[in-house]
């Protein structure tokens, strides 16, 4: 089953992130505490990681970098999910990594059509 690893400091965003994704088959494994995020992720292998920007401590720019500069998540998409709206946050996730950027308040179907795309796109390239 294909795991999505969501990762906001915000436990009501979380909970309705792993509710979308549920509801579409996905597993799914939460953290509200970024500076975790890199640990967890080493123990449960998500197939792919949903990140917030504006996080304490380890904000979500800089989570993307160490998920990308990790041996065993230099492949795995992620797709920020943030209220930040603006060409240079987008252009920053981007440069750190990012394969995708949705801005909140998001409709459930667009996130979940960005998922698929990835996921085909990776099984494509295969």
Do not use: W
């Amino acid at each position: 089953m294909t795991k999505i690893m969501v990762v906001d400091d915000d436990p009501e965003a979380t909970d309705l992130l792993e509710s979308i994704l549920q509801q579409q088959g996905y597993q799914t494994v939460a953290i509200n505490e970024s500076k975790s995020a890199v640990s967890l992720a080493e123990h449960e292998r998500p197939n792919m990681f949903l990140l917030d920007l504006m996080m304490p401590e380890v904000d979500g720019f800089k989570l993307c970098r160490a998920l990308r500069g990790h041996r065993d998540f230099f492949f795995t998409p992620i797709i920020i999910v943030t209220a930040l709206n603006d060409n240079d946050s987008r252009a920053v996730a981007f440069g750190a990594g990012a394969n995708d950027y949705i801005t909140k308040p998001y409709h459930a179907r667009d996130l979940i059509a960005k998922i698929k795309e990835i996921f085909q796109q990776e099984e494509d390239e295969a």
